[in-house]
């Protein structure tokens, strides 16, 4: 798959994989739309709530790509393979906040006192596939970057959106945020 060419073909990859559980206890389309919610508490704009729902699509292709086994030795680099995908139907201010969301991961950990800690073990070991806590001069890099602010966003949303306590959510909510979020953009 190489793009995108319709919402529709986001919405299978829900269908068929979004109740799929990943290592953190949650459906894909849980995660995915509490993400969006959170963003749309927050009062973030269209652009960024849809990469708040559609942020960690990549691991639904991950998914599609190795016949659901979603576990992983090396980083499957999900966040460019999210973005890539979407860059056909989404502006820029979607899909950067999607690709900057796991070095936003990466400078929380090197920049944040107690970051780390809050993290959940799967987030952890992610981490570690990722290339750990950036240095100070990635740190001072990806700060000047001028979608380092949403990216921090997402990347908080991300963590907190994990909450199983929470109804599961029907793929419903999540086409209404996606066509509601889509028609605002």
């Not at 001069?137 to 990347?155: K, N, V």
Request: include cysteine; charge should be negative.
């Amino acid at each position: 798959m190489n793009k995108f060419t319709s919402l529709v073909e986001i919405e299978s990859l829900f269908e068929k994989w979004g109740q799929q559980f990943y290592s953190e206890n949650i459906s894909q389309t849980a995660h995915a739309v509490q993400c969006a919610q959170l963003a749309e508490e927050a009062d973030a704009s269209s652009a960024l709530v849809l990469a708040a729902l559609l942020h960690d699509v990549g691991h639904l292709v991950d998914l599609e790509d190795s016949a659901g086994k979603e576990e992983h030795e090396i980083d499957t680099a999900h966040e460019a393979t999210a973005a890539r995908l979407l860059a056909s139907l989404f502006p820029p201010a979607v899909t950067a906040p999607i690709a900057l969301h796991v070095e936003g991961k990466r400078w929380l950990c090197a920049r944040e006192d107690g970051y780390f800690e809050s993290l959940s073990s799967a987030s952890v070991a992610s981490l570690a596939l990722q290339g750990g806590p950036m240095t100070d001069a990635e740190a001072d890099r990806f700060m000047a970057m001028p979608q380092f602010a949403d990216a921090i966003a997402l990347r908080r949303w991300d963590d907190i959106g994990k909450d199983i306590s929470k109804d599961q959510v029907p793929l419903d909510e999540f086409r209404r945020l996606l066509h509601f979020h889509f028609e605002q953009i």
